[in-house]
């Protein structure tokens, strides 16, 4: 072999090599991930039915210093929470000592303390199950059992993002009255054989009160975060001006992600995937009402968005608000843990796991079927939309690898 044919076939096997070398070894660490997504996957519907239990592993703990060591700024509870049930027991049944009026937000809301001094946010139930919400996709009183249900779908997700929330029945007579503040109590009222009370926010009215069955109503309550873990408020970079005739500028500049990208703090960190994976939850539960979030103080924006108040959500079976999925549509990108987790809940899967995380909960059932089947619905139109997204990028730009440890101390 000539000196020319033998370097110029060195080359070649130089340059094999190198793509072997290369494209293998990326291959073998996006599958060992992919692995590890299964594997995840597996061991959430392992722990799916979470049966609400008083018994505690850690007996000289309480379950609220239980949770409170769960949280680190990239998630609400850990992926293995065998004492889960242990706490929502408490949240349920524990003994209400204080209640007083919820001040912030637009919605009916009770701030209750429980035995123990750990607050919970307590939404009463406004709507039967079968209640079609009509109107823009953000209208109507929040619905108490969609906190329920998006705190498991959230489980589902393995966002681990959402506080924990269950359901509850409360005697207002008995439970509430007895311990309710000045403010509170002066908005109780008697209607027919109801006992009802209106509250104190933006949109409370004594013409338009929540009312219980007699005295035990129906609700949801919310575990507070830890006070140690105060909060910080942001303005939704795709949130709605509410203003009939007046658009926001995601609604006509199609570069308008561009312009989020270069914006602190989505120019780094994980702030946009977060966005992005909210915007995702938020079309699978119907919520078009997230003009705000929160995320821990001072993170620099490391921590995660968490996915608080969901009430305005599973309103109206038959409406997918296709607007809600803006951020994905229009940055084109998603994490791959993300987009692995989808894949696996389709073909009915996503349906009938949140129908086994939920029947546990004292107010089961918390969805009517075509909420349920509306989710299965609304995931295909998320997988159509990102398949959209390879086509026109190709999918090393779309799926990004965005792995974050988390570690709890």
Known sequence: MKLKQRVVLLAILLVIFIFTKVFLLDNLDTSAANREDQRAFQRMLASLRVELDPRLEHTLQSPWEIAAQWVVPREVYPEETPEMGAVMHAMTTKKIIKADVGYKGTQLKALLILEGGQKVVFKPKRYARDYVVEGEPYAGYDRHNA???????????????????????????????????????????????????????YYCRETEPACADGDIMEGSVTLWLPDVWPLQKHRHP????YREGKLARWEYDESYCDAVKKTSPYDSGPRLLDIIDTAIFDYLI???????????????????????????????????????LAPLYQCCIIRVSTWNRLNYLKNGVLKSALKAAMS??????????????????????????????????????????????????
């Open 147 to 201: 906190e329920v249900a998006a705190f498991h779908l959230d489980r589902i997700l393995g966002f681990r993002r959402a506080p924990l929330v269950v359901g509850r029945f409360v005697n207002l007579r008995t439970e509430i009255k007895p311990v309710a503040t000045e403010q509170l109590l002066g908005t109780f009222m008697t209607v027919g054989n109801n006992t009802c009370f209106y509250g104190k926010c």
């Open 238 to 241: 795709w949130g709605r001006t």
């Open 360 to 409: 546990h909960d004292p107010i089961s059932p918390v969805l009517s079927d075509p909420h349920l089947d509306a989710l299965d619905q609304r995931l295909l139109s998320i997988l159509a939309t990102v398949k959209q997204c390879t086509d026109q990028f190709g999918p090393d730009v779309v799926l990004v690898e965005d792995r974050m440890t988390l570690s709890h101390l």
């Open 286 to 324: 119907g919520n078009a009402d997230r003009h705000h979030y929160e995320s821990f103080q001072d993170d620099e924006g490391a921590s995660m968005l968490i996915l608080l108040d969901n009430a305005k959500s599973f309103g109206n079976p038959a409406l997918d608000e296709r607007s809600i």
